[in-house]
């Protein structure tokens, strides 16, 4: 699905696009950014690339999400890399 200049995986990913560029026009949250890239790097190497669906600032806090609706295994073990790695939890929506 494509809206804004934007291709988004889902409807539901759209939707959740419209509610943060609302957001972020009522100043509720700054710096809005779709899909963003984090490298996964163990041991100085990089492992792989984690790209979320949305990351924004709100109060002061850098906030990852990903619209999910089916988690898979792929998924599972990249959020786990993100945390253990980068130290970043990622929102699910």
């Known amino acids: 699905m494509e809206y804004n200049g934007h291709r988004f995986a889902s409807k539901k990913e759209a939707t959740r696009y419209i509610i943060l560029k609302d957001m972020q026009a009522r100043g509720e949250i700054t710096d809005l950014k779709c899909q963003p890239k984090f490298d996964i790097v163990i041991n100085g190497q990089r492992t792989c690339r984690y790209i979320a669906d949305f990351s924004y600032m709100r109060d002061g806090k850098k906030i990852i999400e ?10 599972r073990l990249k959020k786990r890399l993100m945390r253990i790695c980068n130290n970043i939890e990622i929102q699910e929506v």
């Open 66 to 75: 990903d619209v999910k609706g089916i988690k898979t295994a792929v998924y």
